[in-house]
């Protein structure tokens, strides 16, 4: 049985997003080898990836940058906090543009994105965690479900 993906992977229409602004210490740690090393890493894994994997891993993406805004708030880092909140967005902006509305299902997706992506905006001015865990739990099932979906 074929898994019907709601996705579609071509390259979104309209007007390019500025890039997010990177802070200066993120800008520091991206100078060394080691980073180098994991971006090579990192970007033959999603060139090599099949559509549903890409997904799943952006679903992970969101969790990683979730749990980091949460981090950095418990550090009163609001900074590297705000800067982890808007990967966090920006993922969720990319699902949300790469839904295939045909498929009748991206509908429900494309509403509990815009209602995560509004969370994340909420915790980002408040810099409450209790509002990331919300958001944390949601792509916790989502990734959860997308994995066991992928087996099928």
């Given at each position: 049985?074929?898994?019907?993906?709601?996705?579609?992977?071509s390259?979104?229409?309209?007007?390019?997003?500025?890039?997010?602004?990177?802070?200066?210490?993120?800008?520091q740690?991206?100078?060394?080898?080691?980073?180098?090393?994991?971006?090579?890493?990192l970007?033959?894994?999603?060139?090599?990836?099949?559509?549903?994997?890409?997904?799943?891993?952006?679903?992970?993406?969101?969790?990683?940058?979730?749990?980091?805004?949460?981090?950095?708030?418990?550090?009163?880092?609001?900074e590297?906090?705000?800067?982890?909140?808007?990967?966090?967005?920006?993922?969720?902006?990319?699902?949300?543009?790469?839904?295939?509305m045909s498929?009748?299902?991206?509908?429900?997706?494309?509403?509990?994105?815009?209602?995560?992506?509004?969370?994340?905006?909420?915790?980002?001015m408040?810099?409450?965690?209790?509002?990331?865990?919300?958001?944390?739990?949601?792509a916790?099932?989502?990734?959860?479900?997308?994995?066991?979906?992928?087996k099928?």
């Amino acid at each position: 049985m074929t898994m019907l993906n709601p996705y579609n992977y071509s390259r979104p229409k309209g007007p390019m997003k500025a890039p997010v602004k990177v802070p200066a210490k993120t800008q520091q740690r991206a100078q060394s080898s080691n980073t180098n090393k994991a971006d090579t890493y990192l970007e033959q894994k999603v060139m090599s990836a099949k559509p549903e994997e890409l997904t799943l891993m952006l679903y992970e993406g969101i969790i990683k940058f979730v749990k980091q805004a949460k981090f950095f708030n418990d550090k009163k880092d609001m900074e590297q906090s705000n800067y982890a909140n808007l990967r966090a967005q920006a993922i969720i902006q990319e699902l949300r543009a790469t839904l295939d509305m045909s498929v009748e299902i991206s509908g429900n997706f494309e509403s509990l994105y815009i209602f995560m992506n509004e969370r994340l905006v909420d915790a980002n001015m408040k810099k409450d965690n209790t509002i990331l865990d919300e958001v944390l739990d949601l792509a916790t099932e989502f990734r959860d479900a997308w994995k066991q979906a992928m087996k099928l």
